[in-house]
């Protein structure tokens, strides 16, 4: 029997998609990310230091926080103080090092860009939604940066987007939702830039394997998802030709 998705998306169909933009008052950049009932909000932060090992080199450093608020989810989750979860780590380092894919280190001087990614609700691809997002809210702090004067050139070299992919009933499908995300059998994390240029896949089967021919159309379906995310991203950010130094 094929999978029915339950609110009636075609398979390679995206939820829809917006950034409602200066959602907070003094972060550089604030960016409401709605990718259907996920919800996160992704806001930038500027420090003019950077860690010990680029003092003096003159680079950059663009790093990444990740939370989920303990009402994101049906059940309460306790909040991460002193020490965060596994999964809390590898999400925030996934989003770091997506972004910084996108930035040229040596442009921005010795100041750190903080990423914050604050999951308001969740209903699966949170991760995916806080690197398409902070992409945008990234995008926004490098242009107040440079209308105050603090740096002199952008520092934005490429466009960075992301989305999920699965296999449910063995047929692919595209960015999934919790009930989907719950019962498929293999799902990915794909990561992409302007070009299409893969920056990161994470995946697994969560039951038995799949085939090459399956990675394929997985693959395949993610592809188009990001093609829309990154038209999407350019629409939202106003002066997205002055930035992008690509």
């Known amino acids: ?36 009932e996920t919800k996160v909000l992704c806001t930038v932060s500027v420090a003019e230091t950077v860690p010990k090992f680029l003092v003096g080199t ?19 989750q306790e909040r991460e103080f002193l020490k965060l979860s596994g999964r809390t780590q590898e999400i925030q380092r996934l989003i770091g090092r997506s972004l910084r894919a996108a930035v040229d280190l040596n442009a921005l001087g010795e100041r750190t860009l903080t990423v914050d990614a604050d999951v308001l609700q969740a209903d699966a691809g949170t991760r995916t939604a806080a690197i398409t997002g902070g992409f945008v809210a990234l995008a926004n702090a490098i242009s107040k940066l440079l209308q105050q004067g603090v740096l ?11 989305i999920s992919v699965g296999l449910l009933e063995g047929e692919p499908f595209l960015d999934l939702n919790y009930i989907e995300d719950v019962a498929a059998t293999v799902d990915f994390n794909v990561v992409m830039n302007q070009h299409l240029g893969i920056i990161e896949v994470q995946g697994t089967a969560e039951e038995g394997s799949f085939s090459r021919a399956q990675l394929d159309q997985l693959l395949n379906f993610a592809e188009k998802g990001i ?4 038209i999407a991203q350019r629409l939202a950010i106003a002066d997205w030709e002055q930035l992008y130094q690509g």
């Open 1 to 36: 029997m094929a999978w029915q998705r339950p609110d009636s998306r075609q398979p390679y169909e995206l939820r829809p998609v917006s950034f409602e933009q200066n959602f907070t008052r003094f972060a550089p950049g604030s960016v409401l990310t709605i990718c259907g």
């Open 58 to 76: 003159g680079k950059g450093w663009l790093t990444a926080e990740y939370r989920m608020l303990p009402s994101a989810t049906l059940q309460r």
């Open 152 to 162: 002199e050139r952008s520092p934005l070299i490429g466009q960075v987007a992301a």
């Open 227 to 230: 093609q829309q995310l990154l």
